[in-house]
């Protein structure tokens, strides 16, 4: 069997407040396969983006261990992490996170220059070919603001593939976004699974993840699968599609 991308085990955060400890992760269990697509759907406050900064070694569990890559990001110094997430992973954000001062273009470039990846000559043909594989290439001179949500949500996938990552990570990626615009970007998500990505993914809204092989309902600190019902969903779907094309 091959070894996981990702294997989360027994994954505890707590928090001192002043009305005692806040349990946020309470003993999460999680092995992710490369090409995997995984959604974790819960409320706001119940732990997804602690969970998804724990795996990108931003944020550290009180008990648990975390490897990504085969590197154990709870003990890898922080000088050796910055550039590892740099190179191993791609982040989208919910509010997009590009550089206001500076044109997409450079915001996609932004990545490889301070990771040192790609050749110095190649990195701006490598950004402009990512802008025009998402259909922004005619935004490339603009800044950010220029750019309806929509558009910079696809800047910022662009820029989270700059260095070829490992992994992509989003952190309520269309939680920003309106219906049209999210349905856009979450085809660009399954496009990449199909091209042998790993995307983790963490949403409140059920409703844009619905299709997703792998689907986890993070609630009160607590990791419940409900592929099962993702399955069953997509099975009913495809006997649908058969019937119709026997007509």
Known sequence: ????????????KTYDTAAGPLNVLRGIDLSVNRGDF??????????KTT????IAGIDSPTTGSVMVDGVDVIRAPERKLTKWRGRTIGIVFQFFQLL?????LHNV?????????HPPAERRDRALALLERFDVAEQANKTPDMLSGGQQQRVAIARALANDPALIIGDEPTGNLDRMSAA????????????GR????VTHDREVVQDVPRLYALSD?????????????RRTQELQALRLRDL
């Not at 969970?51 to 724990?54: I, K, P, V």
């Open 109 to 117: 470039m932004a990545p490889m220059d301070f990771c040192n990846v």
């Open 198 to 201: 790993t995307i983790v993914l």
């Open 1 to 12: 069997m091959p070894e996981p991308l990702i294997q989360v085990s027994k994954l505890v």
């Open 100 to 104: 206001p001062t500076i044109s997409v």
């Open 221 to 233: 600190g607590l990791l419940e699968a409900t592929t099962l019902e993702a399955a069953a969903r």
């Open 38 to 47: 995984v959604a974790l759907v819960g409320p706001s406050g119940g732990g």
């Open 184 to 195: 856009v970007v979450f085809e660009t998500f399954y496009e990449l699974q199909e091209q």
């Open 51 to 54: 969970f998804l900064n724990m």
